[in-house]
């Protein structure tokens, strides 16, 4: 993409950062960073059959990972209720074993 110059419309500072990385041999590499949005909308805006295949493979990853988003969240949901469920019922547990103990200790013994 940058050898064709579709990213140079983009503006630099703001499509990629460069970061320093230090690999298991001790050496550093400076590594370039593209902003996700600037390679989604260079890739939707080529005609090519690596643009295409790009795309393609864009949705399929993106639809991947929202679905996955969906059911994880949907997990979430369930244990949050069982839960708030399982919560309410030592509360109420709880609120009847404070109203024996203050009957008991409220009550004379002689």
Same mark, same amino acid.
């Given at each position: 993409?940058?050898?064709?110059?579709?990213?140079?419309?983009?503006?630099? &500072?703001?499509?990629? @950062?460069?970061?320093?990385?230090?690999?298991?041999?001790?050496?550093?590499?400076?590594?370039?960073?593209?902003?996700?949005?600037?390679?989604? @909308?260079?890739?939707?805006?080529?005609? @090519?059959?690596?643009?295409?295949?790009?795309?393609?493979?864009?949705?399929?990853?993106?639809?991947?990972?929202?679905?996955?988003?969906?059911?994880?969240?949907?997990?979430?949901?369930?244990?949050?209720?069982?839960?708030?469920?399982?919560?309410?019922? &030592?509360?109420?547990?709880?609120?009847?074993?404070?109203?024996?103990?203050?009957?008991?200790?409220?009550?004379?013994?002689?």
């Amino acid at each position: 993409m940058l050898k064709y110059g579709y990213i140079q419309t983009f503006g630099q &500072t703001s499509v990629c @950062s460069i970061l320093e990385h230090t690999a298991g041999d001790g050496k550093k590499y400076q590594t370039k960073y593209y902003n996700l949005d600037a390679i989604l @909308s260079v890739g939707y805006r080529v005609n @090519s059959i690596n643009a295409t295949l790009f795309r393609q493979w864009a949705t399929h990853t993106l639809k991947d990972y929202l679905l996955k988003g969906y059911a994880i969240n949907q997990k979430i949901e369930r244990v949050e209720k069982q839960v708030e469920t399982f919560s309410l019922e &030592t509360d109420r547990r709880l609120t009847e074993t404070e109203k024996k103990i203050d009957f008991f200790v409220k009550t004379p013994l002689f």
